[in-house]
């Protein structure tokens, strides 16, 4: 168990619809990050937040949006859904202070979107 | 843009034999790190190679990082069949950030 927590674990939706994914830090982690893996694209960066703010971004859509709450936790949400979106989603954390720490990133378990 | 490549990208041995999964990058970079992934199940960390010429070791399996050559290792030992999974290198580039850009992966398999 790496100490991410992401829900749901599975989620089935049709084309068109939003879904939001959480995802809970370890607990001290600052940086929260999501990626995406599809057969096709294989595992791609989406976004990274820092202590609430956005310091990095990947190839995520316009459709897709996340966040990091004074909390820690962070959501992505996902809209317009296409066939194509259908993914297994995770969010990894560390405790990196953005300054080239080399920190481990641990991931989480992932959520399974299906879109349909 | 960064590239990152696994080869092989499959690869089937015997049990108690050797072998090795070669991930080469084609922008410098001194930040490495190798993931194990069952299937559908989560990413599971192995090692951060962090500098030139450094070598870290876990049971059977050693990476290894040349920044020179772009290339790191990771070197199983005499496999055993709870080794079968998919191995993942990435690549952290920009100072800043830990975004990690990752290799397509090495399915491996251990036959007994």
């Known amino acids: 168990d790496s100490g991410v927590t992401q829900t749901p674990k599975h989620l089935i939706t049709a084309t068109g619809q939003r879904v939001t994914l959480r995802c809970s830090p370890r607990?001290?982690?600052?940086?929260v990050y999501w990626y995406q893996q599809s057969l096709d694209q294989g595992l791609q960066f989406l976004i990274q937040y820092y202590n609430g703010e956005e310091r990095a971004k990947g190839n995520i859509l316009e459709r897709f949006s996340a966040q990091q709450f004074p909390d820690l936790h962070s959501e992505l949400n996902l809209s317009s859904l296409e066939l194509g979106d259908s993914a297994l989603y995770f969010c990894?954390?560390?405790?990196?202070?953005?300054?080239?720490?080399?920190?481990?990133?641990?991931f989480g378990e992932g959520s399974w979107l299906t879109v349909v | 843009e960064l590239k990152v490549e696994q080869n092989p990208l499959f690869l089937s041995m015997q049990e108690g034999k050797n072998y090795t999964i070669y991930c080469n990058y084609s922008t410098t970079s001194d930040r490495l790190y190798w993931y194990r992934q069952d299937p559908g199940k989560s990413l599971e960390s192995l090692f951060v190679l962090l500098s030139n010429g450094a070598v870290k070791q876990e049971g059977r399996l050693m990476a290894s990082l040349d920044t020179k050559a772009r290339l790191s290792t990771l070197h199983i030992t005499a496999a055993v069949h709870d080794l079968s999974a998919t191995y993942f290198c990435a690549v952290n580039l920009n100072f800043g950030n830990e975004k990690l850009t990752f290799g397509t992966g090495t399915r491996l398999t251990i036959i007994p």
């Open positions: 607990s001290g982690d600052l940086s």
């Open positions: 990894a954390s560390s405790d990196g202070t953005g300054a080239n720490s080399g920190n481990t990133i641990y």
